[in-house]
C-alpha cells in the first residue's frame, strides 16, 4: 500500500464519457465529481443505464476506442487519466484493481484458477520466482477464506461454486495488494446467503488491507451495508452526493427518495444481511 494517508486516495472531477452519435457527442457520464480517502468505502448506485459502471471503467481507463473522455482522475495526487496506455497498465491490477459482475465469463475455463491468479501477479511482479509466486496465490485463497487452498488451487474454475468464483476473483486482485479496489456488482448474480458472505469477507478484507474500496451497485441494501459515502446517479448525472447515513436519513433529490422508497422493506433488508453475514459461511453452501 503506497498511498499517503494524507491526501484523497482517489479524486474525480468533472468526469464525463460521450459517445458518438448522428445528433453528435451524447455524454453517457456527465461532469462527474467525488473523492475517495484511503480505508473508505464509496457506494455509486443507479438504474441500469445511469452510467455507474462506465464510470468505473473511464477511471480504470478500460473505455472502449470510440468514447471520449474528459476531466481528472488523480490516484494519491498523481493525474493518471491522461497517462498512456503503457503507464496505465501497470496502475491496472497493481494500485487499481477491478472485480467484475461475472466471475465465470472473466476466469478462463481451460486454466487452474491458481494459475490465473500467479499469471495476473506476475504481470506486476516479473521478478518474482513461480515458487515465490505459488505461495502467494495460495496465501491470497486463503486470505478470502478459501478451505483446502494449497489443494484447491490447482482446481478450474468449473470445481467451483459462484460464490467461490467470486473469492477466486477477489484473491486475484488482492494479489498484489492494490491501494484501491473497485467492485462492479460483485454479487448480483449470488443468492442472498452467499451475497451476504461476499460483502461480508469485501468488508473484512478492506479493514485487513486499508484499501479503499468503489462499489458499483443498483441495490440500496447493500449500499447501506457497506459504503461510508454515496453518489447517486441517473442518466449520467450525479443527483445526489452525501454521507451513506445522511443520505438514508435525510434525502434530497426526489429521485434518490423514489429509490428508497421502492424497497420498503430496505431496513429489514439490511437487518438481515448483516445477520446472515455475522453467522458466516452456511453449512453445506459454498463449495
Given at each position: 500500500?503506497?498511498?499517503p494517508?494524507?491526501?484523497?486516495?482517489?479524486?474525480?472531477?468533472?468526469l464525463?464519457?460521450?459517445?458518438?452519435?448522428?445528433?453528435?457527442?451524447?455524454?453517457?457520464?456527465?461532469?462527474?465529481?467525488?473523492?475517495?480517502?484511503?480505508?473508505?468505502?464509496l457506494?455509486?448506485?443507479?438504474?441500469?443505464?445511469?452510467?455507474?459502471?462506465?464510470?468505473?471503467?473511464?477511471i480504470?481507463?478500460?473505455?472502449?476506442?470510440?468514447?471520449?473522455?474528459?476531466g481528472?482522475?488523480?490516484?494519491?495526487?498523481?493525474?493518471?487519466?491522461?497517462?498512456?496506455?503503457r503507464q496505465?497498465?501497470?496502475?491496472?491490477g497493481?494500485?487499481i484493481?477491478m472485480?467484475?459482475?461475472?466471475?465465470?465469463?472473466?476466469?478462463n475455463?481451460?486454466?487452474?484458477?491458481?494459475?490465473?491468479?500467479?499469471?495476473?501477479?506476475?504481470?506486476?511482479?516479473?521478478?518474482v520466482?513461480?515458487?515465490?509466486?505459488?505461495?502467494?496465490v495460495?496465501?491470497?485463497?486463503?486470505?478470502?477464506?478459501?478451505?483446502?487452498?494449497?489443494?484447491?488451487?490447482?482446481?478450474?474454475?468449473h470445481?467451483?461454486?459462484?460464490?467461490?468464483?467470486q473469492?477466486?476473483m477477489?484473491?486475484?486482485?488482492?494479489?498484489?495488494e492494490?491501494?484501491?479496489?473497485?467492485?462492479d456488482?460483485?454479487?448480483?448474480?449470488?443468492?442472498?446467503t452467499?451475497?451476504?458472505?461476499?460483502l461480508?469477507?469485501l468488508?473484512?478484507?478492506?479493514?485487513?488491507?486499508?484499501?479503499?474500496?468503489?462499489?458499483?451497485?443498483?441495490?440500496?441494501?447493500?449500499?447501506?451495508?457497506?459504503?461510508?459515502?454515496v453518489?447517486?446517479?441517473?442518466?449520467?448525472?450525479?443527483?445526489?452526493?452525501?454521507?451513506?447515513?445522511q443520505?438514508f436519513?435525510?434525502?434530497?433529490?426526489?429521485?434518490?427518495?423514489?429509490l428508497?422508497?421502492a424497497v420498503?422493506?430496505?431496513?429489514?433488508d439490511?437487518?438481515?444481511?448483516?445477520?446472515?453475514?455475522?453467522?458466516?459461511?452456511?453449512?453445506?453452501?459454498?463449495?
Amino acid at each position: 500500500m503506497s498511498s499517503p494517508s494524507s491526501a484523497p486516495l482517489l479524486e474525480v472531477e468533472d468526469l464525463t464519457v460521450a459517445f458518438p452519435s448522428p445528433a453528435g457527442p451524447t455524454d453517457v457520464v456527465h461532469e462527474i465529481s467525488f473523492t475517495l480517502d484511503p480505508g473508505r468505502s464509496l457506494g455509486i448506485v443507479g438504474e441500469s443505464g445511469s452510467g455507474k459502471s462506465m464510470t468505473s471503467l473511464a477511471i480504470m481507463g478500460l473505455l472502449p476506442p470510440t468514447a471520449r473522455r474528459t476531466g481528472r482522475v488523480r490516484l494519491a495526487g498523481r493525474e493518471i487519466s491522461s497517462l498512456p496506455e503503457r503507464q496505465m497498465r501497470r496502475i491496472r491490477g497493481d494500485r487499481i484493481a477491478m472485480i467484475f459482475q461475472d466471475p465465470l465469463s472473466s476466469l478462463n475455463p481451460y486454466y487452474t484458477v491458481g494459475l490465473q491468479i500467479e499469471e495476473a501477479y506476475r504481470a506486476h511482479r516479473p521478478n518474482v520466482t513461480r515458487r515465490k509466486a505459488r505461495q502467494v496465490v495460495v496465501e491470497a485463497m486463503e486470505r478470502v477464506q478459501i478451505t483446502d487452498a494449497a489443494r484447491r488451487v490447482d482446481h478450474y474454475p468449473h470445481q467451483f461454486s459462484g460464490g467461490m468464483r467470486q473469492r477466486v476473483m477477489i484473491a486475484m486482485a488482492l494479489s498484489t495488494e492494490p491501494d484501491l479496489i473497485i467492485a462492479d456488482e460483485p454479487t448480483t448474480a449470488l443468492d442472498v446467503t452467499v451475497q451476504a458472505q461476499i460483502l461480508r469477507l469485501l468488508r473484512s478484507v478492506q479493514q485487513d488491507t486499508g484499501a479503499g474500496l468503489v462499489l458499483i451497485t443498483h441495490d440500496l441494501a447493500v449500499v447501506s451495508e457497506m459504503a461510508d459515502d454515496v453518489v447517486v446517479m441517473r442518466s449520467g448525472q450525479c443527483v445526489e452526493y452525501a454521507g451513506c447515513e445522511q443520505l438514508f436519513s435525510d434525502p434530497r433529490h426526489p429521485y434518490t427518495c423514489a429509490l428508497i422508497d421502492a424497497v420498503p422493506q430496505l431496513e429489514d433488508d439490511v437487518g438481515e444481511l448483516r445477520a446472515v453475514g455475522d453467522a458466516g459461511p452456511s453449512r453445506g453452501g459454498e463449495r
